[in-house]
């Protein structure tokens, strides 16, 4: 593909994110199945249920600018979860488990950090903005599920991951 402009490069974006949200929709279901700790579980249900949203709202920017998704496959993105489910095939106490879990779903919210902050940045710039809007919305869901993640490993599951192994 040609990137000529910088409504090409924008559009690049949307299209890496794009497929990003769509193997996490694949992705998550499997995480939520493996995970022991109920709280955990639940949280990788919710934030399924957000990632649907994410997949939407992108449809409605690619709708409104009348753009089009693309094929374009987000290499980082399959390679995220490639490493997190090669974890998962670990011969693994179930709470060394999580907190691998944890550490895995957090390099992908901050990879979806990064590539939200910058396509909300772009579309400010270009004058989209109801795009730029939309794309803060996801952005603040990527930042709060990091958190609650960071809160679940510092409360709970790393506390649990340790205790197993000291058992
Ligand atoms: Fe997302
Ligand atoms: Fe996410």
């Known amino acids: 593909m040609k990137l000529e402009s910088f409504e090409a490069l924008f559009l690049h974006e949307l299209q890496d994110l794009y497929s990003a949200e769509k193997q996490l929709v694949t992705a998550l279901p499997k995480m939520a199945k493996k995970a022991s700790s109920e709280e955990l579980r639940q949280a990788f249900e919710t934030h399924l249920e957000q990632t649907k949203g994410h997949v939407d709202r992108l449809d ?6 009348d753009l089009s998704a693309g094929r374009h496959k987000c290499k980082a993105m399959e390679g995220l979860i490639e ?12 709470a060394i488990l999580d907190a691998a879990m944890i550490g895995a779903a957090q390099r992908v919210e901050h990879y979806e950090i990064a590539g939200y902050g910058t396509a909300r940045t772009f579309a400010e710039m270009l004058g989209h903005t109801s795009a730029a809007e939309l794309l803060q919305q996801t ?10 993640l960071t809160e679940l490993a510092v409360t709970t599951v790393n506390v649990e991951a340790q205790n197993e192994s000291e058992l």
Not at 83 to 94: C, F, I, N, T, V
């Open 83 to 94: 490493e997190g489910s090669d974890l998962l095939k670990e011969d693994a106490e179930p």
């Open 60 to 65: 409605q920017i690619f709708k409104d600018l």
């Open 139 to 148: 952005l603040d869901e990527e930042k709060e599920t990091d958190q609650l």
